[in-house]
């Protein structure tokens, strides 16, 4: 078991999302006293009778007001089982492109539904994106539970429903847990509680601290050494004079002293002389360590290029076809020239063609849309300037990974997923309109 789980929430507005995450710190005890009093000033003045645990996690004035979350706010609580690091993001339609941020880390999501509502559009088209995110587990709690006239059998009904949804979008059953809940009185979060006896199973917390979860959930170690080169270290000192080191991070395998490597896309073989950090060399590196390495021989490295394991490097590619979510207020259409950022290489890129849409509220292809607006998740077929060193984002999450940005404003347009994302999903050809 890790002993650290990153996890993520999601839901349509007014699910309850920040009141269960300020029930979790509160329950966790990972709030400070100020920040309670602070809370129940907040709600005295409000016309509550009881503190409004929102109010811990809607930090920007715009959410405090509507009462809505805006942006993605990470969180930090442990229990004496296990550490989380919680990314709490909106559940507006219009901020789906923030959801899809908070959720590409995450190891597991909780996804909320509101008992008087049930699964909702919404509610689709948030476990469509983590299904494509490659999410490994998944909650779904059904909150304001208490609010229902027949709790038990709106439970089993939601259950049944987001079942045959989850399955149709790749989880096993074993993966997916459901858990009735009242985030505002707590009521299955922190302990399971006498108000559900119809239900048998774990509370939220409970399940938290004892899910297994894969610390390779995102596909690190399932190939061989990738380090995208983020800087070349020339001091040119009378300490350093012929120093060069090649900064970045490790993406995904394992770096070792002594490993047969090639520089992508050049080709040029070598070797790692030494393993560098600021407390001293290292024999071998795992994911996710920053590390300086120098190589044998003096060759042609440049920012963006990726050091690759000899025996199992990448070939580059300049054409590939991928599944975006398209973040962009405009729509996007063939032959859109943009930039494209994968790892720490910037290339300009072209849209060849739309391949598909995906409908996520039916599980159907939209083959050959004429564009796809914001939230449309489709596939299309790119091609760039330069070549990337990229693996199928099913194989390895970090190296098939990238975003589509705007070339005159330099926002982000889409999050985008190497390869079919969709292959994972029971999807079938539209029929109609």
């Known amino acids: 078991m890790s002993d650290l789980l990153r996890l993520a929430t999601a839901g349509s507005v007014d699910d309850g999302k920040s009141t269960l995450v300020g029930r979790l710190l509160y329950d966790t005890k990972s709030v ?40 993605v706010a990470y969180r930090y609580f442990a229990t004496p089982q296990r550490s989380f690091v919680l990314a709490d993001t909106p559940g507006h339609v219009q901020y ?128 061989g050494l990738r380090f995208p080169v983020q800087y070349v270290i020339r001091p040119r000192t009378a300490e350093y004079p012929d120093y060069r080191g090649y900064a970045g991070q490790v993406a995904a395998g394992v770096v070792s002293k002594g490993d047969e490597v090639v520089v992508l896309p050049s ?88 391949i598909e849409r995906f409908d996520e509220q039916h599980l159907a292809a939209d083959p050959s849309p004429e564009s796809l607006s914001l939230n449309d998740i489709g596939r299309i077929a790119l091609r760039v300037a330069d070549p990337i060193v990229a693996d199928d984002y099913s194989i390895n999450r970090h190296t098939g990974s990238f975003l589509l940005i705007d070339p005159a404003g330099g926002n982000t347009l889409a999050a985008g997923l190497v390869g079919d994302a969709l292959t994972a999903v029971e999807v079938g050809e539209k029929t109609g309109a």
């Open 32 to 71: 400070l006293a100020d920040q309670i009093d602070a809370v129940t000033r907040a709600s005295v003045d409000k016309g509550l009778s009881t503190p409004d645990l929102s109010l811990l996690v809607d930090g920007l004035r715009a959410e405090r007001e509507q009462g809505i979350t805006i942006d």
């Open 96 to 223: 789906t492109r923030n959801t899809v941020s908070g959720a590409s880390t995450a190891q597991l999501v909780i996804l909320l539904v509101d008992a008087r509502k049930g699964v909702i559009e919404q509610t689709r088209r948030h476990a469509a994106v983590m299904a494509l995110l490659g999410v490994p587990k998944l909650v779904l709690a059904v909150n304001k539970i208490d609010l229902v006239d027949d709790p038990a059998t709106v439970f089993k009904e939601i259950s049944a429903e987001f079942s045959e949804l989850t399955t149709k979008l790749g989880w096993a059953a074993e993966d997916v847990q459901e858990i009735p809940v009242s985030a505002l009185n707590g009521d299955n979060v922190a302990s399971r509680s006498d108000n559900t006896p119809y239900y048998t199973g774990p509370s939220l917390i409970e399940h938290l601290e004892s899910v297994p979860v894969d610390a390779d959930a995102h596909g690190r170690h399932q190939v």
């Open 267 to 354: 080709g040029t073989r070598t070797t790692i002389e030494r393993i560098d950090t600021p407390n001293g060399e290292l024999a071998s590196a795992q994911p996710g360590r920053s590390v300086t390495l120098i190589l044998a021989d003096n060759v042609d490295v440049s920012r963006g290029d990726v050091i690759a394991a000899a025996n199992d490097a990448p070939e580059p590619i300049e054409a590939f076809d991928a599944t975006v979510c398209w973040l962009g207020d405009k729509p996007l259409r063939a032959g859109a020239r943009l930039l494209l950022k994968h790892g720490t290489r910037t290339t300009q890129a072209i849209v060849g063609s739309l």
